[in-house]
């Protein structure tokens, strides 16, 4: 039985949790390891349709169990609020979730200094954070302070939450920054740490336990590696190890487990938020694909930047996380264009460039290198074969393949789980 990781190849929002959704009909486990609610997976079954932030995707398979692992910063109250909103719609929980106890806390604190950090900084410079506490937990993580989950089940937890809030209110005070009211954080906190309490364990010999079993294991990313702390385009990145080397240290689950990364890419590329992009799109083409494909964000609800293909991010992708198969989406959304670009390396200050370089300045100088490309000129969302598919629609797929050097055994032309074609591994 496979362990395999599921990450996003470009800048996020590429369709995880659609992808995730379909492989989980044969998986037993599936474990989310980095991120917080900074990250949104839309899943539509049927006319129904969910939004998940930090629960595991898998909650929507009945038999399947979902850990909320170590790597995450949990936004507690969020989290019953979601949950919340599952046990209303008919999901079962007991005995199917379980949240690490070395997971830490997302508090309003976090939230009040990630909004005034990115208000205090210039135009040009904002990172396009969505403000929901993730990089000021993280902080805390790093810096020895944070809370974690298992601090719940101590008698002492609420007198933890003052300290650090009052704290954290003097930081705020010192930057103009509204200061969180400790009386109601210590009430909301304490209601939400009631109802998550019987889910909290030490999630790590489950888990080991799992792949002693030869248990079928989904490890989900969030964002994507464009988004990486260390390999995405730093500073415009968030706060965690997006790729696939983030699920053993998100997880606890040895590194030699893992025998499978699929990376999710789109046919062309999008990204929210700020940071350089270089095959964006600012004209009506880019409008066409943003409104054609419905590219606004999962969590904030903010417009994406659109633009063509960009082999050389794939390529650097794949190279990072070790893909070893594509889950190409929405390729639907270029059926009615008629001429394809796709970005094959980068021209920088007269150098060609097949990698992303580290540099923000140096990306930011980047023009894209393009070869275009026939489309097809045909509705491809009620096909539900490769055979069925228009042939200029066929070559396209195999000429991302050859360019990006991975196979695509995942396609998806639609947001339905019936609209799906799965080709089989590479």
Request: aromatic share 6%.
């Amino acid at each position: 039985m496979s362990k395999t990781v599921l990450i996003g190849s470009q800048w996020g929002d590429e369709g995880k949790g659609k992808i995730i959704d379909v492989l989980t009909a044969n998986v037993d486990w599936v474990v989310r390891y980095q991120g917080g609610n900074n990250a949104g997976h839309t899943v539509e079954i049927g006319d129904q349709k969910y939004v998940l932030h930090l629960t595991p995707s898998g909650i929507l398979r009945e038999d399947c169990k979902c850990v909320i692992g170590n790597g995450l910063v949990v936004d507690i109250i969020g989290l019953v609020e979601e949950l919340s909103e599952l046990v209303e719609r008919g999901i079962k929980l007991d005995d199917r979730l379980f949240i690490s106890d070395r997971a830490h806390m997302v508090l309003q604190y976090h939230k009040e200094l990630d909004g005034a950090k990115e208000g205090n900084r210039g135009e040009g410079e904002k990172i396009g954070t969505t403000k929901r506490g993730i990089g000021p937990a993280y902080i805390d993580k790093a810096d020895r302070i944070g809370l974690r989950l298992g601090d719940i089940l101590e008698d002492d937890f609420l007198e933890m939450v003052r300290t650090q809030a009052e704290a954290k209110n003097k930081v705020l005070a010192g930057m103009g920054a509204k200061e969180v009211d400790i009386e109601k954080l210590q009430d909301q906190v304490k209601e939400a740490a009631d109802y998550l309490r019987p889910f909290i364990c030490d999630t790590i010999p489950l888990l080991h336990e799992a792949v002693q079993n030869d248990d079928e294991i989904l490890f989900e990313g969030a964002q994507g590696v464009m988004l990486d702390v260390d390999f995405g385009t730093y500073p415009f990145v968030t706060s965690s190890s997006t790729g696939a080397g983030g699920a053993p240290a998100g997880s606890g689950i040895p590194p030699n487990a893992i025998d499978r990364v699929v990376g999710i890419v789109k046919a062309y590329t999008t990204r929210v938020g700020g940071g350089p992009f270089p095959t964006e799109l600012h004209d009506e083409m880019g409008a066409h694909i943003a409104k054609v494909g419905n590219e606004f964000g999962a969590t904030t609800g903010r417009p994406r930047r659109c633009g063509w293909f960009d082999g050389v991010v794939a390529r650097y992708s794949a190279m990072v996380g070790g893909i070893n198969e594509w889950a190409l989406m929405k390729l639907d959304v270029l059926d009615a264009v008629e001429t394809i670009r796709v970005c094959v390396a980068y021209e920088c200050d007269g150098e060609r460039l097949t990698t992303v370089p580290a540099s923000i300045r140096k990306l930011e100088r980047c023009k894209p290198v393009y070869e275009d490309f026939k489309g097809w000129n045909t509705p491809t969302t009620g096909c539900t074969s490769w055979d069925e598919l228009p042939d200029q629609a066929q070559k396209y797929v195999q000429y991302l393949e050859k360019l990006t050097g991975v196979k695509v055994s995942i396609l998806s032309v639609g947001p339905k789980r019936s609209s799906t074609l799965l080709l089989g591994k590479s």
